[in-house]
Nanobody, 121 residues
Framework: QVQLVESGGGLVQPGGSLRLSCVAS????????MGWYRQAPGKQRELFTT???????NYVDSVKGRFTISRDNAKNTVYLQMNSLKPEDTAVYYC???????????????WGQGTQVTVSS
């Protein structure tokens, strides 16, 4: 089995920075796609950034230029560096790993437990 553990959320003032981490444990050969979702109060969970095995990244416009996704394949870890945070970034942030290659085959759509990010003065 694969387990994901997130860390790094918290309370930050507008303009501040936070770094989230998500570590996958278990018998893993590789992970094809890693991404981050967020869910603000009263809104649907949204995908806002992904990174492929080779390091190709995608961002939605609302976070482009402020957030950076990265990964360490040797540690099965995905990071999210968030700079210039705004109150509208307040949400629960979830990491998502998809197409996980294990000795038993492919696993799909694994989620972290979620971490709260609150941007407020």
């Amino acid at each position: 089995q694969v387990q994901l553990v997130e860390s790094g959320g918290g309370l930050v003032q507008p303009g501040g920075s936070l770094r989230l981490s998500c570590v996958a444990s278990g018998r893993i050969f590789s992970i094809v796609t890693m991404g981050w979702y967020r869910q603000a109060p009263g809104k649907q969970r949204e995908l806002f950034t992904t990174i492929s095995t080779g390091g190709s990244t995608n961002y939605v416009d609302s976070v482009k230029g402020r957030f950076t996704i990265s990964r360490d394949n040797a540690k099965n870890t995905v990071y999210l560096q968030m700079n210039s945070l705004k109150p509208e970034d307040t949400a629960v942030y979830y990491c998502n790993l998809d197409q996980i290659i294990t000795p038993g085959g492919f696993l799909s759509d694994y989620w972290g437990q979620g971490t709260q990010v609150t941007v407020s003065s």
